[in-house]
């Protein structure tokens, strides 16, 4: 017996509160088809039933094509991200329609390009639902793409699955957030470096791009660091802006912070940084511990293997482990890359943005389903009822605030571009969409029965 559906508030972003059990199998591998067209846009009291009824009652016949919004960057600062997050949405895409769509329809992509111009996406969004009228939108790379597109997601009542790691600290109804939170990839790195096994290091350097999610994160790993006894005179924070590439001072610093003691590196880089980063480090012959929280495997190959080989990087996919469903993907991804145009990638390699955007639709897919109606109401009620398991062999499935359980691991790179596991997770993590040492700076407003009742019925 399915447990009842609770719908609850959070304000000024709210969240729903939904009973995990047990869901259907995962979709089996598709069969290879042609991709689908795509729409590219230019400018211009509880319930009485365990879940959520099908879509049959006083409810409109769906038919025809389901349009599915993609909102990601192909152009701009971050569309060697954005690109690859729109492939890999085609693929899966693809995929289901050729399992034969859902409920018996096909799946039809509406692109748009937000172009890396944060309010811009926030337009884009408004397009999406409200001119293309989209059932669902997967987008947004960074934190300030998803924060842009947040207020119209939530006016509008749409849906928007998140697939980049963040920083936490937002629930909302109308979003469900597929990437790793710091609960789930920061603190448990940093732990690993304090441990004897990752090296017993008891001094950090924490640098990175100067915007929400590393700020963040390095101000929730400096509270872990004192929770464990280490003072602020053992840390130091340090920012630079999207694009910077000058780190002949940051590194100086560093190595005067170091002043021959045992530190290790804590990063979140994105861009170009991170190559010029790693260029500084090895001209001033710096060598200490460097692990990354934003070190995808695409930009390995982008930049070549050399600066990195011997880091470490701290992620929820890796390409190399020899995963059934991992080699299925892995392959998927492979002839799907050689089908589109030339330029169109810059390889094949997948990167865990990717992975949570393919895990993400495919959750999307079994809700609706379950659901019997793309009706956004409906799918976000039923989608923390539904698992998958995930492309690292892991069971996959959402939490009563819609965060995504998640796997991690720490490995170091090797000469030949694939990874070494130092350290894996026990399954899959559960996320904490709150910190729990600045309850102050993130406390949640009062909220009454009736903000809650309208959360849970609109």
Not at 48 to 60: F, L, Q, S, V
Not at 129 to 138: D, K, P
Not at 240 to 258: C, L, N, R
Not at 268 to 277: K, R, Y
């Amino acid at each position: 017996m399915l447990g009842k559906v609770i719908w609850v508030v959070l304000l000024p972003v709210c969240a729903s509160v939904v009973g995990c059990h047990e869901s259907p199998a995962p979709p089996p591998t598709a069969p290879k088809a042609a991709e689908p067209a795509v729409v590219v846009v230019e400018d211009a009291d509880e319930p009485d039933e365990d879940e959520p009824a099908a879509a049959t009652e006083n409810a409109p016949l769906e038919t025809g094509p389901i349009k599915v919004g993609i909102a990601h960057s192909l152009s701009g600062t971050m569309a060697v991200v954005g690109a690859r997050l729109e492939q890999m949405a085609l693929m899966t895409l693809a995929q289901i329609n050729a399992e034969g769509g859902v409920l018996g329809r096909p799946l039809e992509p509406v692109v748009v390009d937000p172009a890396s111009d944060w309010p811009l996406f926030a337009e884009k969004a408004r397009e999406l639902l409200a001119q293309q009228e989209v059932a669902v939108i997967f987008g947004g790379e960074t934190s300030v793409s998803r924060k842009s597109m947040l207020p119209v997601i939530e006016e509008l009542g749409g849906l928007l699955f998140y697939p980049a790691t963040f920083e936490g600290q937002e629930l909302s109804c109308n979003v469900f957030y597929t990437g790793m939170t710091p609960s789930q990839q920061a603190i448990p790195a940093l732990d690993y470096l304090m441990s004897r096994e990752g090296g017993g290091y008891r001094r950090f350097v924490f640098v990175g791009t100067d915007y929400v999610l590393p700020r963040t994160t390095f101000r929730l790993l400096a509270e872990d660091a004192r929770q464990h006894g280490i003072g602020t005179q053992q840390t130091m924070e340090m920012y630079t802006p999207f694009g910077h590439t000058d780190y002949g001072t940051i590194v100086s610093e560093i190595a005067k912070f170091g002043n021959g003691t045992k530190t290790a590196i804590v990063a979140s880089f994105w861009g170009e940084s991170l190559a010029a980063f790693h260029a500084e480090l090895a001209r001033q012959k710096l060598q200490t511990r460097v692990l990354h929280l934003s070190l995808d495997e695409y930009q390995i190959q982008y930049d070549t293997v050399r600066p990195y080989v011997g880091t470490l990087s701290a992620r929820s996919y890796l390409s190399n482990p020899a995963v059934s469903e991992n080699a299925r993907l892995q392959q998927d991804w492979r002839e799907y890359v050689s089908r589109v145009p030339p330029g169109t990638l810059q390889d094949a390699r997948i990167e865990d943005s990717m992975e949570a955007t393919y895990v993400g639709i495919r959750l999307w897919k079994l809700a609706v389903e379950r659901a019997g109606s793309t009706a956004p109401e409906r799918v976000r009620a039923t989608l923390p009822l539904v698992k998958l398991k995930g492309p690292m062999g892991v069971e996959l499935g959402f939490d009563k605030n819609h965060f995504l359980a998640r796997p991690l691991f720490i490995a170091s790179l090797r000469s030949d571009g694939s990874y070494d596991v130092r350290w894996r997770s026990a399954g899959a993590l559960p996320p904490e969409p709150f910190s729990r040492y600045h309850p102050e700076t993130y406390q949640r407003p009062a909220r009454t029965l009736q903000e809650l009742e309208r959360c849970r019925t609109q």
